[in-house]
């Protein structure tokens, strides 16, 4: 028979950590730790992109758009064909994102071209001015990264200045600047060249203003710009 001190060690050592020296039962306490610790990890490590947030679409203002846009511009001015003249405009307003690769645009637009004639009444050169006002609405559509074709319709007034008694006129004179209703229409294409910083070629804009009285001929005014310019947006 075993002796009485075997049989016990081995009753003691089954099952039980009675009778082990204490030095034991702390080596079993770290691997606890480490399975607690792992457990917590993923609550430390919180990152958002694995939250599952969608962010929003790179590229795309949700604060302010502006450019300055500059080119030619062929003008009819009643029965009168301008040649091809320096143009220039800017266009500015609050940018409102509708998904990843849409972003329309509601603000203002404003553009200024010269129209010089010869005055029979002084024998000399003289410019008028075409000055446009106008509400905007734009639409920009990503094709590709940083690519974007981009639409604008504007309302607002046109205003001829400096034609009393010029050819548009039919050298009559007139009481001041003439006003009249203006529609203008625009394509052009964006290149972002950071997210700020936007480079913009406008192939065609189309600018019509109906028959107003003093215009030689009761003519509308019509022209149509090819422009190029930068943009900032935020």
Same mark, same amino acid.
């Given at each position: 028979?075993?002796?009485?001190?075997? *049989?016990?060690?081995?009753?003691?050592?089954?099952?039980?950590?009675?009778?082990?020296?204490?030095?034991? !039962?702390?080596? $079993?306490?770290?691997?606890?730790?480490?399975?607690?610790?792992? $457990?917590?990890?993923?609550?430390?490590?919180?990152?958002?992109?694995?939250?599952? #947030?969608?962010?929003?679409? !790179?590229? $795309?203002?949700?604060?302010?758009? +502006?450019? #300055?846009?500059?080119?030619?511009?062929?003008?009819?001015?009643?029965?009168?064909?301008?040649?091809?003249?320096?143009?220039?405009?800017?266009?500015?307003?609050?940018?409102?994102?509708?998904?990843?690769?849409?972003?329309?645009?509601?603000?203002?637009?404003?553009? &200024?071209?010269?129209?010089?004639?010869?005055?029979? =009444? @002084?024998? /000399?050169?003289? @410019?008028?001015?075409?000055?446009?006002? =106008?509400?905007?609405?734009?639409? @920009?559509?990503?094709?590709?990264?940083? +690519? /974007?074709?981009?639409?604008?319709? /504007? +309302?607002? #007034? +046109?205003? &001829?200045?400096?034609?009393?008694?010029?050819?548009?006129?039919?050298?009559?004179?007139?009481?001041?600047?003439?006003? =009249?209703?203006?529609?203008? *229409?625009?394509?052009?294409?964006?290149?972002?060249?950071?997210?700020?910083?936007?480079? @913009?070629? =406008?192939?065609?804009? &189309?600018?019509?203003?109906?028959?107003?009285?003093?215009?030689?001929?009761?003519? *509308?005014?019509?022209?149509?710009?090819?422009?190029?310019?930068?943009?900032?947006?935020?």
């Amino acid at each position: 028979m075993p002796p009485d001190g075997e *049989a016990g060690d081995r009753g003691r050592g089954s099952g039980s950590d009675k009778g082990r020296p204490p030095g034991e !039962t702390a080596r $079993q306490d770290p691997p606890r730790k480490e399975v607690a610790s792992a $457990q917590k990890q993923p609550e430390s490590d919180g990152d958002p992109e694995e939250t599952g #947030v969608t962010q929003p679409a !790179t590229g $795309q203002p949700r604060v302010i758009s +502006l450019r #300055v846009i500059g080119g030619g511009s062929k003008v009819n001015a009643g029965n009168i064909s301008v040649p091809i003249q320096a143009t220039f405009g800017a266009v500015g307003g609050y940018p409102i994102p509708i998904n990843p690769r849409l972003t329309v645009e509601a603000g203002a637009a404003f553009t &200024f071209t010269p129209a010089p004639y010869q005055s029979q =009444m @002084t024998s /000399g050169n003289k @410019t008028g001015m075409l000055w446009a006002a =106008m509400a905007n609405a734009g639409a @920009t559509y990503e094709v590709i990264p940083n +690519l /974007g074709i981009r639409g604008d319709v /504007g +309302l607002g #007034v +046109l205003v &001829f200045t400096g034609i009393d008694q010029s050819p548009f006129t039919n050298n009559a004179p007139t009481s001041g600047a003439i006003g =009249m209703f203006h529609i203008r *229409a625009a394509v052009s294409a964006d290149y972002a060249i950071t997210p700020n910083i936007v480079l @913009t070629a =406008m192939p065609g804009a &189309f600018s019509y203003s109906p028959a107003a009285n003093g215009i030689g001929g009761g003519g *509308a005014i019509t022209s149509f710009d090819f422009m190029v310019g930068i943009g900032y947006r935020k």
